[in-house]
């Protein structure tokens, strides 16, 4: 299969601390791979890693072959490739919905205003947001900024959509419509890499999951092995923590 | 014969009035100026202040960077920490002595009060741009925009709504303070004032005046800019005009900040 991204010896430290260590591993072309782990384990880190918010420490991150990190290849073309949806959403507060959707495919892609309003539109018809595309970020809910950030990071029509606990800041009762789209867009062949608590969508939706502790990959397998069957005594103890709640 | 207060308020309007609107409309004028050249120099300044410094920047941008930091910040301790009375002083003659330039009160009055607000301006943008959520810059970032376009399409409207309380402030301070341009025999509305309650020595019932004038001039200048910011932010209430299934429907989605 094609590899999208491959990670090799990935490291990053802040200051004395270290949050990854020796991080190897790869995403292809249409996966849906769910990072879990307790708070701390470096799963947003890793994320962030991936999309340069955070600048690695050592290692290398390969795409389609490439080390970015030495390459000539600017971050800012690199990261418009990796879409990113962010635990607190954060839309563009001066920007209408739709807007939100356009600024980036206007002024990263030169996009002319009248494609980009429509891959906005088909983007975020989607989510179900298309009849709020006048609305400022704050005076629409979390589930639905949620799926809006959904329909601005899809309109960049990335390669893969890394997503921060997109549900984590959300009200219960919000989680699902957001869940929702998500499933969706996964059914539909998107690359997605999910870090995520909701271990009901990673159980069903993914077709890989990564459990992570204090900054290593601990297990790495296909959903059934790791809630099933986990090989390591530590996936089964925060497993065993999680589903019990 | 006595006059009571206000008949000495006629009498000096009726008199002086055309000295008083000149006054009025130079004050005006050099504080408007001032502000708006202010908020110019204070906004390149904020953002050259915040431009992002790491690990990955090339050593030879650093060093630049840090010098042409360091003479910004000279700049701005040096405007904020003297009088602006002194300020004038320095600049008029100055000029005049070591440049032999002779500018006229009113340019040099309006130099004065730019570079002040100027130094002033670049904290509070400074200020506004920090103010402004680091997730806004992440998201900026993660859809490939690099640190200027996130500048000039995201983070500065922000910025710039934050600062507009702080700017209104300066612009009420700028009407007031170019009273002290009357050192350098600057016609605004002070300097005038004195020379019409020099004629007849009535300096309370004058000055009662130019107070009243002032405060018109203050007052209106921050409902405008309270009525700008109002416009700015836009309702707190967002109506849809029909629903999928009802289409005559209106939903009212009420702000849930």
């Known amino acids: ?245 | 014969m006595e006059r009571t207060f206000l008949e000495w308020v006629i009498l000096i309007w009726n008199s002086n009035w055309s000295l008083f609107l000149i006054g009025a409309r130079n004050t005006l004028f050099i504080a408007l100026t001032g502000t708006i050249i202010g908020f110019a120099i204070g906004i390149v300044i904020g953002i050259i202040r915040t431009i992002p410094i790491d690990d990955n920047t090339h050593p030879v941008a650093r060093i630049a960077y840090k010098i042409i930091n360091f003479l910004l910040l000279c700049y701005i301790e040096v405007f904020r920490g003297t009088p602006m009375i002194v300020q004038a002083m320095v600049v008029f003659y100055g000029a005049a002595w070591i440049y032999n330039i002779h500018l006229s009160p009113i340019t040099a009055g309006i130099f004065i009060v730019s570079i002040n607000t100027g130094a002033y301006m670049a904290e509070i943008v400074r200020g506004g741009i920090l103010s402004v959520d680091k997730g806004q810059f992440e998201a900026a970032h993660s859809i490939g925009m690099t640190h200027f376009q996130t500048m000039a399409n995201i983070v500065l409207p922000q910025a710039i709504r934050n600062i507009l309380p702080a700017t209104s402030n300066e612009f009420v301070i700028n009407i007031k303070d170019t009273s002290v341009l009357s050192v350098i025999s600057v016609t605004e509305l002070f300097f005038l004032s004195k020379s019409a309650a020099g004629v007849n020595f009535a300096f309370f019932q004058t000055m009662s005046i130019t107070c009243v004038i002032y405060f018109i001039m203050t007052f209106t200048v921050t409902r405008i800019l309270r009525y700008i910011e109002i416009k700015m932010d836009g309702p707190s209430v967002f109506t849809i005009h029909g629903s999928q299934s009802v289409p005559e429907a209106q939903i009212r989605i009420v702000n849930r900040e």
């Open chain 1, 1 to 245: 299969m094609d590899k999208i991204i491959e990670i090799r010896h990935l490291q990053k430290s802040f200051g004395t601390n270290v949050v990854l260590r020796d991080i190897n591993f790869s995403v292809s072309k249409g996966e849906v791979v769910c990072i879990i782990g307790s708070s701390g384990s470096g799963k947003s880190t890793l994320l962030r890693c991936l999309n340069l918010l955070e600048y690695p420490s050592g290692g290398e991150i390969l795409y389609h072959g490439n080390n970015i990190l030495e390459q000539e290849m600017s971050n800012a073309v690199y990261r418009a490739k990796m879409g990113m949806v962010f635990q607190q959403f954060n839309l563009f507060n001066n920007l209408n919905v739709l807007d939100n959707c356009m600024v980036g495919q206007i002024k990263v892609l030169k996009k002319d205003p009248a494609s980009a309003k429509e891959k906005a539109m088909e983007y975020l018809e989607l989510v179900g947001m298309s009849q709020f595309i006048t609305a400022k970020p704050n005076q629409i809910s979390g589930g639905q900024k949620q799926r809006v950030a959904i329909a601005r990071a899809l309109s960049m029509e990335p390669e893969a959509l890394l997503f921060d606990e997109p549900t984590s800041a959300l009200d219960p009762e919000l989680v699902g419509e957001v869940l929702k789209v998500m499933k969706k867009l996964a059914r539909s062949g998107l690359t997605m890499l999910v870090v995520t608590h909701e271990m009901g969508f990673a159980r069903d939706v993914a077709n890989r999951v990564v459990f992570m502790d204090s900054g290593v990959i601990v297990e790495d397998d296909v959903p059934e092995v790791i809630f099933n069957n986990p090989n390591n005594e530590r996936t089964r103890e925060f497993l065993r923590r999680t589903l019990e709640e």
